[in-house]
């Protein structure tokens, strides 16, 4: 199955599960999520939040939590840094 940009807009937490998994698949190490503007907005709508938390927040399974960079600037859509500095 593909994942797009736009399924993302339909859920961003899908869309970051979807590229954790398909990494982890591939044998790469994930360390962090980067979002951009409109899907930091959208992340935001779907826990509900109305401000940022402040401080670092983390995402993921109980265990393998990854911080999550939001409003990233150089970033459309949903990013996963991994452990060699690629992104996905």
């Known amino acids: 199955m593909n994942w797009s940009l736009a399924l993302d807009k339909l859920s961003v937490h899908v869309g970051i599960n979807f590229r954790l998994r398909a990494m982890r698949l591939?044998?790469?190490?994930?360390?962090r999520i980067l979002l951009g503007r409109e899907h930091t907005r959208l992340f935001m709508r779907e826990e509900g939040w109305?401000?940022?938390p402040p401080g670092q927040f983390r995402y993921g399974p109980?265990?393998?939590?990854?911080?999550?960079i939001f409003n990233c600037p150089n970033i459309y859509g949903v990013a996963i840094e991994t452990a060699s500095g690629s992104t996905a």
Request: glycine letters at 12%.
């Open 26 to 31: 591939r044998g790469e190490v994930p360390v």
């Open 62 to 68: 109980k265990g393998r939590e990854l911080p999550v």
């Open 50 to 52: 109305l401000h940022l």
